[in-house]
């Protein structure tokens, strides 16, 4: 049975919202809980990391790479209209949600005579697909240029659409697809990432891209289901014969965010592909996978913080799992509350060990 979101609530200081992140990247935060010894030590930066691993560990990074999905248009009444592009269903046409929203057949106006016309749409999830008059390349490259950063709406960011492209995006972003940033990434730097390496430590990247579920709270159907939002995502062939070699030899898999670790719990065995996940992980759930994890501090009653505290409670640890405001990640939080941490997705970060 899954636990009630708002159990797993806490109260945040809307000043340690993170506005922007860290200069440089690798001077954020860090945070050290061990769930065996269940410790908390927030006495690190994100550039001590290097202290906590091993020659044997292995790094999984998301490289997927967000582009600009929000698209600001017009109804033909003119009023406006704010869309936020999920995922390519073919060449002209979008999976999107919309504030407000879209009725069935309503066209909505874009700057460069970019038209988009409602097909279809889900009321339950807020969900709807729209076709546009123009496909193909010419069609991402109109995105492209008046589309903008997605930017989570709690973050009052002063920044230049310019600017954001830049730092709202890993170092290592390759394949284009996401709707948010896998943000525990945001904290790596190339010279980092190359100190990591030069420890012996291996780092492989698989793909996974970042939908629906940053931007709406869980629904009734999550919780009768079991299952969230359907994500993509892909290991090549090389990477997942590397990443099986890794498991048998019992090295520890670290996963770079709740994005990586998602893929990989949704595919144990580790095969290469693309494939679809709709997991849900909430205490008391069995990693099979993933042994480490570096993550940000998320939203109060989300699925990520669910998945978080899941992963320092029983099977994953030795302290079972009652609730949230006993559980090693509250007190966590509580500690870096208390410590002035920053929060979401520009914030600092914890490795859970």
Not at 92 to 110: A, H, N, R
Not at 128 to 136: E, M
Not at 244 to 251: C, M, N, P, T
Not at 326 to 345: C, G, M
Request: a neutral charge; hydrophobic letters at 40%; aromatic letters at 10%.
């Amino acid at each position: 049975m899954v636990p009630l979101p708002e159990t797993f609530d806490y109260h945040l200081p809307e000043n340690l919202i993170a506005a922007t992140h860290a200069i440089p990247r690798d001077h954020s935060r860090l945070m050290l809980v061990d769930r065996q010894l269940q410790t908390i030590d927030p006495n690190h930066h994100f550039y001590d990391i290097k202290q906590f691993l091993r020659p044997s560990d292995v790094l999984v990074l998301n490289q997927t790479k967000v582009f600009p999905a929000r698209l600001y248009g017009q109804k033909s009444t003119g009023g406006k209209v704010e869309i936020l592009l999920l995922e390519q269903q073919n060449l002209d046409t979008w999976v999107c949600i919309s504030k407000p929203g879209l009725k069935l057949e309503q066209q909505i106006d874009f700057p460069h005579d970019l038209k988009a016309i409602c097909k279809q749409r889900n009321i339950a999830t807020g969900e709807a697909v729209i076709q546009f008059n123009v496909s193909g390349n010419p069609l991402l490259n109109l995105i492209d240029l008046i589309g903008t950063t997605p930017l989570p709406h709690y973050i009052a960011n002063p920044q230049s659409e310019s600017e954001l492209r830049q730092i709202y995006q890993t170092v290592y972003a390759k394949d284009k697809g996401s709707a948010a940033a896998p943000t525990a990434g945001l904290h790596f730097t190339p010279q980092l990432l190359d100190e990591v390496a030069a420890l012996g430590v291996q780092i492989e990247k698989i793909t996974l891209h970042v939908g629906l579920g940053t931007f709406q709270p869980l629904r009734p159907e999550n919780l009768s289901t079991a299952t969230l939002h359907t994500e993509k995502y892909y290991f090549d062939a090389q990477t997942s014969q590397r990443l099986q070699q890794y498991k048998k030899e019992q090295r520890r898999i670290i996963s770079v965010g709740t994005t990586s670790a998602r893929a990989l719990e949704s595919n144990p065995q580790l095969k290469s592909g693309w494939q679809q996940t709709n997991i849900f992980i909430y205490p008391p759930y069995k990693f099979q996978v993933v042994d480490a994890l570096i993550t940000n501090f998320h939203l109060p009653t989300s699925s990520l913080l669910m998945m978080v505290t899941a992963f320092a409670s029983s099977p994953n640890c030795s302290i079972p799992y009652t609730d949230f405001s006993s559980s090693l990640i509250q007190k966590a939080y509580q500690v870096a509350i208390d410590s002035q941490f920053h929060f979401y997705s520009f914030g600092d970060a914890m490795l859970i060990c």
